[in-house]
């Protein structure tokens, strides 16, 4: 019947309804919250495809069940935190939850610290790009002497003139881009 009125197949139907957004709370740590945030903004991923990709897949998040350790799960400070999944990341996480006798907030704690060795990487080239970027910025002061330079030499009318300062124009929009881009980046600095 659903196949005659919409013309998807059963198992289409199904698909459709597994991405269908929920809303779940979890107790987790700060860090984790933060490690889920920061990867979710500096990748510009959204955080409901990053729980996706974390939990969705139930022979990984099996792996991940093994690897809990509750004694230390339970020292964790943690607070509530509602996120907004799909139906089938919240159903393969109950699942493996009731197989493995795991609680899901630890599944979902244990998962999001998988982005740590992610997180680490990407620290190590914020370095990498904050020195890049100091060399942008130097490079582009040096274009608008030169821009100055020549606008005194040949006149602001002067067609390499007129060429240098749209090309020094595009330069500036680029810069502030990558200055938007390096100031979200900054949090990953105290991660």
Known sequence: MVQEKTGLSGTA??????RQSVRATFKLSQRAIEALSLVA???????KSLFDHLIEDVTALSKVADEVRMRQFN???RVQKTYVLSRKTLDALELISKD?????DA?????IKRLESLILAEKSKH??????FDQVIHHFEEGNILLDRSTMALGPDDPLCIHLEKAMSACAKTKADMAVFMEKSKVIEEF
């Open 100 to 104: 493995h006798d795991t609680p899901r």
């Open 75 to 77: 020292k964790i400070q």
């Open 107 to 111: 599944l979902v704690e244990y998962s």
């Open 41 to 47: 903004v500096h990748l510009g991923i959204k955080q």
């Open 127 to 132: 370095e990498k790009r904050k020195v890049i």
């Open 13 to 18: 139907a199904l698909d459709l309804r597994g």
